[in-house]
């Protein structure tokens, strides 16, 4: 949602990793919410990224409607995936080439997308990376220690 970084191809498996973030977030939600003994940030987190988008419909972090949420998180969700194509695999890879294709041309979607391979990381990158998803894991650990 940030347009000062890259713009990453979009293929059936960034997609499809993107939708599960979305997803397990809107389970963290609800657990936030049934659990209000032990409250985490998961909501202000949604709130700070309605304002970086300035949605026309901002809920307060403290809000316990579930719905209200998960429309939210749709709401962000459809600012990245524009759809869902990346649980159609089935429809396109089981035929044979020229008909996949043809089904794939219809619909708009990449030669590739289904058959991406993500690009090598240098160890430096990876390293990187490594360091950058463990600061991540460590602040949402840091959020249930709290309970």
């Given amino acids: 949602m940030r347009e000062d970084v890259p713009v990453v191809a979009l293929t059936e498996v960034v997609e499809g990793a993107i939708a599960a973030v979305f997803k397990h977030l809107k389970y963290e ?3 936030d919410i049934d659990e209000p003994e032990c409250p985490r940030p998961w909501r202000k987190w949604v709130v700070a990224a309605l304002e970086e988008v300035q949605a026309e419909v901002i809920p307060a972090p403290n809000c316990t409607d579930t719905r209200e949420w998960g429309f939210q998180l749709e709401q962000l969700s459809d600012r ?6 990346y649980e159609d695999a089935e429809l396109y890879i089981d035929f044979p080439p020229e008909k996949s294709r043809e089904l794939r041309d219809w619909d708009d979607i990449p030669d590739n997308y289904y058959t991406a391979i993500a690009d090598d990381l240098t ?3 990876a390293k990187a990376k490594i360091k950058e998803l463990r600061k991540l894991c460590d602040s949402v650990i840091e959020s249930y220690r709290s309970c």
């Fill in 29 to 31: 939600i609800i657990y």
């Fill in 123 to 125: 160890d430096e990158e």
């Fill in 80 to 85: 990245i995936l524009w759809d869902t194509d």
